[in-house]
């Protein structure tokens, strides 16, 4: 069962700050975050592990709530190459990645 | 390094003819390996995943079908095509649970 992702559609102003919100009713291992670009693959972002695990990739950072199941995505100060679609994606121990259906951002100048 | 590599870019075919995917990985031994297929404007459907050779899970048994005849060699298939087998597909692999995926670059299939 694939993860839930909200909202699907976010549009920014240069500067402005974004969450994306991710859950899933699974128990899961870990919780990846990617962005595509259009017509292209998907690139990886980063991997939470832990409960209540933070990471932070320049100015985008992501949490993990594994007793709610539940990733939060956080972009701020938002640049124009910030624009794209995030996927979540969850992994549990059957090695099987399921992705969300993707957050669309656009940052604008 | 490891590399990915997956062709064609680009398939047109007509409905009820084979299809024929192929993603190899190099740089790496028994790699996760996973198809995805992305409709247009859509999130990424997991087709099939596999943890070695001969190891395949499907999750959309339809008239697609996955192998792995090699350690980093994973082939999509299709014996009839349908309309609906549109889309961007996706391989991807990792090393282990808790690894990043690394997706190939893609094939954007169109059946007409």
């Known amino acids: 069962q694939q993860p839930v992702q909200s909202p699907q559609a976010v549009i920014l102003r240069e500067g402005e700050d974004a969450v994306i919100n991710c859950s899933s009713s699974?128990?899961?291992?870990?919780v990846h975050w990617y962005r595509q670009k259009h017509g292209e693959a998907p690139v990886f972002l980063m991997i939470l592990l832990k409960g209540g695990e933070q990471k932070g990739h320049d100015k985008i950072s992501a949490s993990f709530n594994e007793k709610k199941q539940q990733s939060s995505l956080y972009l701020t100060a938002s640049q124009l190459s910030y624009s794209g679609t995030y996927f979540c994606?969850?992994?549990?121990?059957?090695?099987?990645?399921?992705f969300g259906a993707g957050t669309r951002l656009t940052v604008k100048p | 390094s490891q590399t990915i590599h997956q062709w064609p870019a680009t398939l047109v075919q007509p409905v009820g003819s084979p299809l024929s995917l192929e993603c190899t990985v190099e740089g790496t031994s028994n790699p996760n390996l996973y198809w995805y297929r992305q409709a247009a404007g859509r999130g990424l459907q997991l087709l099939f995943y596999s943890v070695g050779i001969g190891q395949i899970s499907s999750e959309v048994p339809q008239n697609l079908s996955a192998s792995r005849p090699q350690d980093r060699q994973f082939i999509l298939s299709s014996k009839k095509l349908l309309l609906s087998d549109s889309g961007f597909y996706l391989c991807?692999?990792?090393?282990?649970?808790?690894?990043?995926?690394?997706f190939g670059n893609g094939t954007r299939l169109t059946v007409t």
């Open positions: 699974k128990a899961l291992y870990s």
């Open positions: 994606g969850t992994e549990t121990l059957n090695n099987d990645m399921r």
């Open positions: 991807a692999w990792q090393t282990g649970l808790n690894s990043p995926l690394h």
